[in-house]
């Protein structure tokens, strides 16, 4: 269904938020190790954040999943963001990117493979 005011669909917003949630992902990290230049962070916050970063894609994923579904909503623009977002999100790279930062021994290890 199109929006009146703006003539964007419903599919349409839902794979931009997808791809926005995409992006939340690693600027949580990248959030938090600007905090942790200035000091310490706790290791429970640090499991936190982490937990965060690694949530926030997955439900971009999602949302991208139900907007590709609704492909007759969907223009270029809206159809080109959720499949970056999925391929993003491709569950190999996303379990090798937290293993790197678990063998690390730092929550924050694997950012520069981001």
Excluded: H
Aim: aromatic fraction near 8%; hydrophobic fraction near 55%; charge should be positive.
């Amino acid at each position: 269904m199109k929006n009146q005011n703006t003539g964007e669909s419903s599919a349409c917003k839902i794979a931009r938020r997808g791809f926005i949630l995409l992006l939340c992902g690693p600027g949580v990290l990248l959030l938090a190790a600007l905090v942790g230049i200035i000091g310490d962070i706790p290791d429970v916050l640090a499991l936190i954040i982490g937990g965060i970063a690694f949530i926030l894609p997955g439900i971009g994923a999602v949302l991208s999943i139900i907007a590709l579904t609704k492909r007759k909503e969907l223009d270029k623009i809206g159809r080109a963001l959720a499949i970056i977002t999925l391929v993003m999100c491709n569950p190999l790279f996303y379990f090798i990117y937290f293993f790197v930062c678990l063998a690390g021994g730092d929550g924050f290890t694997g950012l520069a493979l981001m």
